[in-house]
């Protein structure tokens, strides 16, 4: 029984990597025509939210009214849909552990992983692009940062955002009787794996697959890729942490003086 439970888990664990493989194949030779399918609904939401006019130009993208700011192939999003679809189907294989019994579902997670996916890519996308479109054209001091410095960091901090808060909901959803849910940072450690895994890991191998050797670029890359998530995880985590410290030893007094003050009812008595 147990064999056939580790082998249902070893073929959902095949079925994701295939599905999120191929995406990648299919978007690495894909061109802006052949997107148009995630294209076309990102644009229509960055319109809505800006104010701005963008029509498509065949082999170029989405272009604004001024000529100023395309919506190319490369902000697609694309590699965001793959990592939110891996996480939330691994997460799903890992959790179903137990065996599904026969008549249930097995294979429905992984459509509706990729439904998801693909809604949480289309937010995150408009959110991304709508920020670059206002910051667009204007001076900024970003502590040092040039302009694709910046446009790199709010890319990683905008999609791991989104990233973390797809996880949490969705751990929500899934266990939404479970009184006893895991913190904020333990929460987040499997994204954030997730994310370093598919931002850090396919670019180095794409790069040495290539060309034999690690790119310059990608030390800079990895630096920012390392240390932006982070700053969203650990000032609530220490936050939590010291508010949790504080509310125990204040709460440590009045057990203290209560106890006391039975000690003394009971040397009166």
Known sequence: MNSKINWKRIGQLVA??????????????ASVNQLRWILAPTSAAVQFVTGSKFEFES????????????IAASCAGVNFLITAFLMLALSRVWQTRADTGPGKPVWLFIPLAAGCAYLATVVANTVR??????????????????PNQL????????????????????ERVANRKDVNRPSLLRQSL????????????????????????????????????????????????????????????????????????????????
């Not at 295939?18 to 690495?28: E, F, N, T, W």
Request: glycine share 8%.
């Open 129 to 146: 692009i709508a920020t670059a479109v206002r910051l667009h054209g204007q001076s900024i001091d970003a502590g040092g940062l040039n």
């Open 151 to 170: 446009h790199r960091l709010e890319g990683i901090v905008i999609y791991f955002g989104f990233l973390l808060l797809l996880f949490v909901l969705s």
């Open 16 to 29: 994701v990597l295939l599905v999120a493989g191929s995406i990648k194949q299919y978007y690495s030779t």
């Open 190 to 269: 499997f994204p954030l794996f997730i994310y370093y895994a598919t931002a850090l890991g396919v670019p180095l191998l794409n790069s040495v697959r290539h060309s034999g050797i690690i790119a310059a670029d990608f030390w800079e890359h990895s630096a920012f890729v390392l240390v932006a998530p982070l700053t969203l995880v650990l000032p609530p985590a220490i936050f939590r942490w010291y508010r949790k410290i504080r509310t125990g030893s204040g709460s440590a007094r009045p057990k203290t003086s209560l106890a006391n003050k039975a000690g003394l009812n009971r040397q009166l008595i």
């Open 59 to 70: 082999y170029t993208g989405y272009v604004n009214s001024d000529h100023s700011f395309v």
